[in-house]
């Protein structure tokens, strides 16, 4: 099942408290995951950043709240105990526990109308929307829809731009991500092909180490497999053992199936790969806002 979001966890950590009893946090999130039937898989699921799960993510949240409204205190770093405030909550026997049920206590209004907290408390998600989102998955979700956009523009101001200047972006691209030496060598390597696009043998490393045979198409039409098979037969006679083909456009499934089964070792970049390469990278793209995200260090505040 679907992770539940912050609000519908915070009456099940308030319960699994409900003994008094000091709990650490591990065993706690095992606890409700158990009661509300989650998988390893369900658990396992990322926040879009890779850096914390869904689920250990939405439950901090929920215990901040439960604690900015008095239910819920950190006896210690990642140790939590129910107050008497949090007791007579759960003597009322909730069916659930929301933000709205949280604003009759008054820390949780001095909280939540805070100018610190502004934007730190996510507003109500519209009916029939995705289930409440954290702040941090807010966040994630915004800056995935701008990367999308950013890609799909890079996309389409590639297939704007002119052969020759085609030409520099994949150089640009291939010396930025450490592949054949300089700028000047790689442009030496890499020739104009007859086709709109470039052709030629760079340097894997700095050094040289290894070869990779490089072709890149400014093609609209889908790339199959005849294409690539013809790319395959030119690492042999370039005797390299590596390759790297790329298009603005794509590849065919033929395509693509073909490269796992032979010997060499060939890398398919399509028209949206190559927009994501150059956004990471930094090509074509400059940096308008960063914003980082910090949190308490608990070490900080052991006292031995």
């Known amino acids: 099942?679907?992770?539940?979001?912050?609000?519908?966890?915070?009456?099940?950590?308030?319960?699994?408290?409900?003994?008094?009893?000091?709990?650490?946090?591990?065993?706690l999130r095992n606890t409700i995951a158990s009661e509300l039937k989650l998988t390893d898989q369900d658990?396992?699921?990322?926040?879009?950043?890779?850096?914390?799960?869904?689920?250990?993510?939405?439950?901090?949240?929920?215990?901040?709240?439960?604690?900015?409204?008095?239910?819920?205190?950190?006896?210690?770093?990642?140790?939590?105990r129910i107050t008497d405030q949090g007791r007579a909550a759960l003597a009322e026997k909730?069916?659930?526990?929301?933000?709205?049920?949280?604003?009759?206590?008054?820390?949780?209004?001095?909280?939540?109308?805070?100018?610190?907290?502004?934007?730190?408390?996510?507003?109500?998600?519209?009916?029939?929307?995705?289930p409440l989102q954290t702040p941090e998955e807010a966040l994630d979700r915004a800056?995935?829809?701008i990367r999308r956009k950013v890609e799909a523009d890079l996309l389409e101001a590639v297939g704007k731009a002119s052969a020759t200047f085609f030409e520099k972006l994949v150089v640009d691209l291939l010396v930025k991500m450490g592949y054949g030496g300089t700028v000047e060598d790689a442009g030496r390597a890499l020739g104009r092909s007859h086709d709109g696009g470039l052709d030629g043998i760079i340097k894997e490393d700095h050094l040289g180490l290894d070869?990779?045979?490089?072709?890149?198409?400014?093609?609209?039409?889908?790339?199959?497999?005849?294409?690539?098979?013809?790319?395959?037969?030119s690492l042999e006679g370039e005797r390299a053992r590596k390759g790297v083909f790329i298009t603005?456009?794509?590849?065919?499934?033929?395509?693509?199936?073909?490269?796992?089964?032979?010997?060499?070792?060939?890398?398919?970049?399509?028209?949206?790969?190559?927009?994501?390469?150059?956004?990471?990278?930094?090509?074509?793209v400059n940096t308008v806002n960063t914003?980082?995200?910090?949190?308490?260090?608990?070490d900080y505040f052991t006292e031995e």
């Open 143 to 145: 800056y995935k829809e």
């Open 291 to 298: 914003y980082e995200i910090v949190r308490v260090d608990g």
């Open 211 to 233: 070869a990779i045979y490089v072709q890149a198409k400014r093609w609209q039409n889908t790339v199959g497999r005849p294409d690539v098979q013809a790319f395959a037969g």
């Open 248 to 284: 603005t456009s794509s590849y065919s499934n033929e395509a693509r199936e073909y490269v796992k089964k032979i010997d060499k070792k060939i890398v398919l970049i399509d028209g949206r790969q190559l927009a994501t390469l150059m956004a990471d990278f930094g090509i074509g």
């Open 1 to 27: 099942m679907p992770v539940p979001d912050y609000e519908t966890l915070m009456l099940p950590l308030l319960r699994a408290l409900a003994d008094g009893a000091e709990h650490p946090v591990g065993p």
């Open 43 to 80: 658990r396992a699921e990322l926040l879009p950043s890779g850096k914390q799960s869904v689920f250990d993510n939405r439950l901090g949240w929920a215990k901040t709240y439960l604690d900015k409204a008095g239910l819920v205190s950190s006896v210690r770093r990642g140790v939590y």
């Open 94 to 130: 909730p069916e659930s526990l929301s933000k709205k049920y949280l604003e009759r206590f008054e820390s949780f209004r001095a909280f939540a109308n805070s100018s610190d907290a502004v934007d730190a408390v996510p507003a109500p998600e519209p009916a029939g929307a995705i």
